[in-house]
């Protein structure tokens, strides 16, 4: 065996990275439990506050306040004055910790992270057997975080950005057309061109029971029920055809037959058609992704859409850094001859796919 040196200075350093990352770690349970218990809710726009006064707001224990505290001032998330032993929430925080309709809100990434690394045993033994892990055998920490977070940045660009770079499909939508949702989940982005085109209709599809009846319900709270119907069933077997468009939001690469769900989105369009598909930013070469969102990207297919596309049949396990070049080879693969990037985001491709 080769003996390598070991240079000492390059090691500590190391190690004191390895402490942030645990510190990271933990503070992902840290923002869960402070979007829950109504911390940020609670010093957003407060002032200077105690920990005493914080949990009297929120109805909590003062010591767990003060530790919680003490670790959010540790990492950046709120400022601490030692004069006055209080702490403040700065707006720029407020901002990405408490308005929901904000593209730059966060919470659901740190719940969808935590609901995942929740699953890491399990992984584990998937990853020596090469078995799979559903979607439905997460728990909710996944399902809602997962909406949380992309919910934000639908609002921000899906009516305003990414339909109308496609070609024709603003007018079309406007004009009055059908409109099929693949893999809708709770139904956020379904719901929200809903709301955008009153004289579509829309239908939207999950395999996750749970999931379509919680996006059943928000339609009907939505007050577009009467144009928008959601049903139980695979991406490569969803009810109907003439759709003039078919969307698909963050989940081709979760599918375990991306190419049989391809084919059937062909054979459900109009001859003029659209498929838009809307996936994770990610670059066709691992070394384009090696950056702090590709980085996020991958520990999420390690943990949670490479084995939830393993579970299913043909269990393709594109990844969540599947990049454009391999969903064109879907694409084509199914029989479609033209794509596209039609828009991105810090977070999101979106292609425009045609026969």
């Given at each position: 065996m080769t003996?390598v040196?070991?240079d000492?200075?390059?090691?500590?350093a190391f190690?004191?990275?390895?402490?942030?990352?645990?510190?990271?770690t933990?503070?992902?349970?840290?923002?869960?439990?402070?979007?829950?218990?109504?911390?940020?809710?609670?010093?957003?726009?407060?002032?200077p506050?105690t920990?005493?006064e914080?949990?009297?707001?929120?109805?909590?224990s003062?010591?767990?306040?003060?530790?919680?505290?003490?670790?959010?001032?540790?990492?950046?998330?709120v400022?601490y004055?030692?004069?006055?032993?209080t702490?403040?929430?700065?707006?720029e925080?407020?901002?990405?910790?408490?308005?929901?309709?904000?593209p730059?809100?966060l919470?659901?990434?740190?719940?969808?992270?935590?609901?995942?690394?929740?699953?890491?045993?399990?992984?584990?033994?998937?990853?020596?057997s090469?078995?799979?892990?559903?979607w439905?055998?997460?728990?909710?920490?996944?399902?809602?975080?997962?909406?949380?977070f992309?919910?934000?940045?639908?609002?921000?660009?899906?009516?305003?950005?990414?339909?109308?770079?496609?070609?024709?499909?603003?007018?079309?939508?406007?004009?009055?057309?059908?409109?099929?949702?693949?893999?809708?989940?709770?139904g956020?982005?379904?719901?929200?061109?809903?709301?955008?085109?009153?004289?579509?209709?829309?239908?939207?599809?999950?395999?996750?029971?749970?999931?379509?009846?919680?996006?059943?319900?928000?339609?009907?709270?939505?007050?577009?029920?009467?144009?928008v119907s959601?049903?139980?069933?695979p991406?490569?077997?969803y009810?109907g055809?003439?759709?003039?468009?078919?969307?698909?939001?963050?989940a081709?690469?979760?599918?375990?037959d991306p190419?049989g769900?391809?084919?059937?989105?062909?054979?459900?369009?109009?001859?003029d058609?659209?498929?838009m598909?809307?996936?994770?930013?990610a670059?066709?070469?691992?070394?384009?992704?090696?950056?702090?969102v590709?980085r996020?990207?991958y520990?999420?297919?390690t943990l949670?859409?490479?084995?939830?596309s393993?579970?299913q049949?043909?269990?393709?396990a594109?990844g969540?850094?599947a990049?454009p070049?391999?969903i064109?080879?879907?694409?084509k693969?199914?029989?479609?001859?033209?794509?596209?990037?039609?828009?991105e985001?810090?977070?999101?491709?979106?292609?425009?796919?045609?026969?």
């Amino acid at each position: 065996m080769t003996t390598v040196a070991v240079d000492m200075d390059k090691l500590m350093a190391f190690v004191g990275q390895a402490v942030g990352e645990v510190g990271a770690t933990l503070n992902a349970g840290l923002v869960v439990m402070g979007d829950k218990l109504g911390y940020y809710r609670a010093l957003a726009g407060a002032g200077p506050t105690t920990p005493a006064e914080l949990a009297e707001r929120t109805g909590t224990s003062e010591r767990y306040a003060r530790e919680w505290l003490n670790a959010q001032a540790a990492g950046g998330f709120v400022e601490y004055d030692p004069a006055t032993a209080t702490y403040v929430l700065p707006p720029e925080q407020a901002v990405a910790l408490t308005d929901e309709n904000s593209p730059a809100f966060l919470p659901g990434f740190f719940q969808i992270a935590l609901g995942t690394v929740d699953h890491t045993n399990q992984t584990i033994e998937a990853a020596r057997s090469g078995a799979g892990i559903g979607w439905h055998e997460h728990n909710s920490d996944v399902h809602l975080g997962c909406e949380r977070f992309f919910r934000p940045g639908y609002n921000a660009n899906l009516v305003a950005g990414w339909l109308p770079a496609l070609e024709g499909v603003g007018q079309k939508l406007q004009d009055g057309v059908r409109v099929a949702d693949i893999g809708c989940g709770h139904g956020s982005s379904t719901i929200l061109m809903a709301q955008a085109f009153p004289r579509s209709t829309f239908s939207g599809s999950d395999y996750h029971p749970e999931s379509i009846e919680t996006a059943r319900r928000r339609a009907e709270e939505a007050g577009v029920a009467d144009r928008v119907s959601f049903e139980v069933a695979p991406a490569t077997a969803y009810s109907g055809s003439g759709f003039e468009l078919v969307t698909t939001f963050d989940a081709l690469h979760d599918m375990g037959d991306p190419v049989g769900a391809a084919r059937h989105v062909r054979e459900s369009l109009t001859p003029d058609g659209t498929w838009m598909v809307v996936e994770p930013m990610a670059g066709d070469k691992v070394e384009d992704n090696l950056n702090p969102v590709g980085r996020a990207y991958y520990g999420f297919s390690t943990l949670l859409c490479t084995p939830g596309s393993l579970s299913q049949d043909v269990g393709l396990a594109l990844g969540t850094q599947a990049g454009p070049a391999r969903i064109r080879d879907v694409t084509k693969a199914a029989g479609f001859s033209r794509f596209r990037t039609a828009a991105e985001t810090p977070f999101n491709l979106v292609f425009e796919v045609r026969p």
